[in-house]
């Protein structure tokens, strides 16, 4: 894909928060007559979906400055306030709950649970993707099929090159010494792996080996080993009990993070397990979030609950899972706004969230992910501690490892939280989103073959 073209999503939705250059925000969407939505559609196994999707490119991944923006949180409030996007409204419209992050605070009742989501019957389209589809396959090379594997080593590149390079720089012949485990420690700090893991790391290298030898390889070995050694006990699959119907889980993270996209792709992967799934696009506050949702929704064929932009997330939230219950539907997958406008009001929606669906099922959310934009670097150690306040994150989601060089941030976090690490992403196809496995990420971030 090209990095400077965007794909079907990118003019669908813009980078971020900007419109569809032939789609109006307030335009309906309305599913085309008899016209097939997407690749995927109409396929009955949707095991195949993914490889259906995967014709359709995506947008860049590299960020463009407002994505920068977009992610950017102010190091004096460490993550504890979210920032309002340009050209987007500070506060959701006023009357909804977000509006006065006091009414979240409040007991759900009747009133707070006001609104009109309507499910979408699947497939539903946006009227204009089928010629964007059409678009796309016309003039956009079909991209190399590569692995997991080869797609972890291209996307986590940026990384693992700038680490190699300084590994290569500071161990050809050269005695190890002090100031060269100094040097590896520095080097690993600025890849975010965090003082004490670079430590670590630092201190596994020199041992025994002072004033001998070593070569760049036997660092790099050292390296994967320890890094494997430390993202091990994270490295934890999704599990979905099924004694749960739906297993409902919630989705949550700072705006652009990738919240919608991983719904997104997790709501294929699910359906290619052969599960039943719905969506709830609790991301009320942005409607080209609402439509995104309910672009996966036709491409994968799966019912999204959605209601206007500024909607009551927790109402939506709860008629989905009400919906969902009905339906005996395996997983429900509820996307919530990252665009709070601070801390208190981000608690409140995700604890009224939580609140309310609890009503229906004193158990949910069974699943809580938290995704994290690997690019934001350190500011995601305070994202998982401000999200924790909020709601009970019971697992990560890292996206974004192929946007930065800093992708030794997942080390830094497992060491300092040790929650589960369920995916990691390294692009924005569907198969750029990987259950994650601590011997594969420590080998591709040290630069080493596959072992
Ligand atoms: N390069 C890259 N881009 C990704 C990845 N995951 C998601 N994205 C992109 O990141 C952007 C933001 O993703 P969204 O899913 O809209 O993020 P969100 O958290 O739902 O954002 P809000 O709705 O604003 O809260 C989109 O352009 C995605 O395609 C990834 O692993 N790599």
């Excluded at 109006?24 to 995927?40: G, H, K, L, R």
């Excluded at 923006?69 to 050209?87: K, S």
């Excluded at 009414?103 to 989501?117: C, K, Q, S, Y």
């Excluded at 052969?274 to 409607?287: I, N």
Aim: negative net charge.
């Amino acid at each position: 894909m090209s990095e400077d073209k965007p794909g079907w999503f990118g003019r669908l939705f813009g980078r971020k928060g900007s419109q569809p250059a032939d789609q109006p925000a307030d335009q309906p969407v309305e599913p085309p007559i008899d016209s097939p939505a997407s690749p995927a559609e109409g396929q009955p196994d949707f095991a195949t979906g993914a490889d259906a999707v995967e014709q359709v490119p995506l947008p860049p991944s590299e960020p463009d400055p407002d994505e920068s923006d977009r992610n950017a949180v102010p190091d004096a409030i460490e993550g504890a306030d979210l920032q309002p996007i340009a050209g987007e409204p500070e506060r959701p419209p006023a009357g909804t709950a977000g509006d006065d992050p006091a009414r979240g605070a409040e007991p759900a009742d009747e009133t707070e649970l006001a609104r009109e989501p309507v499910i979408e019957p699947p497939p539903v389209q946006p009227v204009d993707v089928a010629a964007a589809l059409a678009h796309d396959a016309a003039a956009e090379p079909q991209r190399e099929a590569k692995g997991w594997w080869g797609r972890l080593t291209s996307g986590m590149k940026r990384t693992s090159s700038a680490l190699s390079e300084r590994v290569t720089g500071l161990f050809t012949k050269r005695k190890l010494d002090a100031n060269t485990l100094e040097d590896l420690e520095d080097a690993l700090i600025q890849a975010d792996f965090g003082v004490e893991t670079a430590t670590r790391i630092s201190e596994a290298v020199g041992k025994g080996r002072y004033e001998k030898g070593i070569s760049p390889d036997e660092v790099r070995a050292i390296l994967a080993t320890e890094v494997e050694r430390a993202l091990d006990p994270v490295a934890h699959p999704l599990v979905i009990d099924t004694a749960r119907k739906p297993f409902v889980i919630l989705c949550v993270g700072v705006n652009g993070a990738g919240k919608t996209t991983t719904l997104g792709k997790l709501s294929l992967k699910f359906k290619a397990e052969g599960r039943s799934v719905m969506l709830a696009a609790g991301d009320t506050f942005r409607a080209a979030a609402i439509d995104q949702l309910k672009v996966w929704g036709a491409r994968t064929g799966t019912p999204v609950i959605s209601g206007a932009q500024g909607a009551d997330a927790a109402g939506l939230a709860f008629d989905a899972l009400k919906q969902a219950q009905a339906a005996g539907t395996d997983v429900l997958l509820i996307d919530t706004a990252g665009r709070l406008q601070n801390k208190a009001g981000l608690m409140a929606e995700l604890e009224k969230i939580i609140r309310v669906i609890r009503k229906v099922d004193p158990e949910a959310p069974h699943a809580t992910l938290l995704v994290l934009d690997a690019t934001v670097g350190q500011n995601a150690l305070s994202q998982v501690e401000l999200f924790s306040q909020a709601a009970p994150v019971s697992g990560l989601v890292m996206t974004k490892l192929d946007g930065t060089a800093r992708g030794g941030i997942l080390v830094a976090l497992a060491a300092k939280f040790g929650l589960p690490v369920h995916f990691i992403g390294v692009g924005e196809s569907v198969e750029d989103l990987e259950p994650f496995a601590a011997r594969d990420f420590a080998r591709a971030i040290a630069g080493l073959e596959k072992g």
